[in-house]
């Protein structure tokens, strides 16, 4: 698996490459925002990791640009404490987080969370599909219809709307939620999930003329809206 970081700091990304290389990956580096964008919709990459603190184009308009092109799993580096920033990246496309300064082996987990992720179940799993009404979901493509026509969704929305359609006759809580599609348990604290499911619902809104299909179940979780 190929990992791209885009980050300005040298001595870091040259200290994660040699690291990552232990684990099992490649990976490459791109210092400046023009270089990442470019980079990272070339289709050489398996999952980006992105820090938020870029000189120039900073890392959120970098993610922008490469969100309006590509689906590619993005990991942001956000500092510590700066939950803005993250919950704007996370609304903005971004797969997960990590803290920064970043814990290698920290990482690395996210790194291996988000590619199972993209993988998906295993093969006799893969091979079935869900409908909910015109809404159509086929594991093993990674592909998502409604009335025929393709939906783009991050590798984050397409496993949440896979794990309600799995669901679709309970309450997936949001614990449950941040253990199948972020890979850790959910801090109290932690609005990831609800990001996630927000930008799903701004997609499936759009693309259905207004039809809505996840229900929140305040205080615990979301299930798929039987009308």
Do not use: W
Request: proline share 4%.
């Amino acid at each position: 698996m190929h990992v791209l970081l885009i980050d300005d700091d040298i001595e870091l990304t040259e200290m994660l490459i040699n690291y990552l290389a232990g684990e099992g990956f490649k990976a490459s580096a791109v210092h400046t925002g023009d270089a990442a964008v470019e980079a990272a919709l070339s289709k050489r990459h398996s999952v980006v990791v992105l820090d938020i603190m870029m000189p120039g184009i900073d890392g959120l308009e970098v993610l922008r640009r490469i969100r309006q092109r590509s689906c590619v799993p993005i990991i942001m580096l956000s500092a510590k404490g700066n939950d803005m920033d993250r919950v704007v990246g996370l609304e903005m496309g971004a797969d997960d987080y990590v803290p920064k300064p970043c814990n290698p082996r920290e990482l690395v987990a996210r790194l291996r969370a988000v590619l199972r992720r993209t993988v998906g179940q295993a093969r006799e799993t893969m091979a079935r599909s869900f409908a909910f009404g015109p809404l159509r979901l086929l594991p093993a493509q990674r592909r998502v219809e409604y009335d025929g026509a393709v939906l783009e969704l991050t590798v984050s929305e397409f496993n949440i709307l896979e794990c309600l359609m799995r669901e679709a006759d309970r309450v997936v809580t949001k614990d449950e939620l941040s253990l199948k599609v972020l890979g850790r348990p959910r801090d109290p604290y932690d609005r990831s999930v609800d990001v996630h499911v927000s930008n799903l619902r701004q997609k499936l809104h759009a693309a259905m003329r207004g039809a809505s299909v996840i229900e929140t179940v305040r205080g615990v979780g979301y299930q798929m809206r039987q009308d």
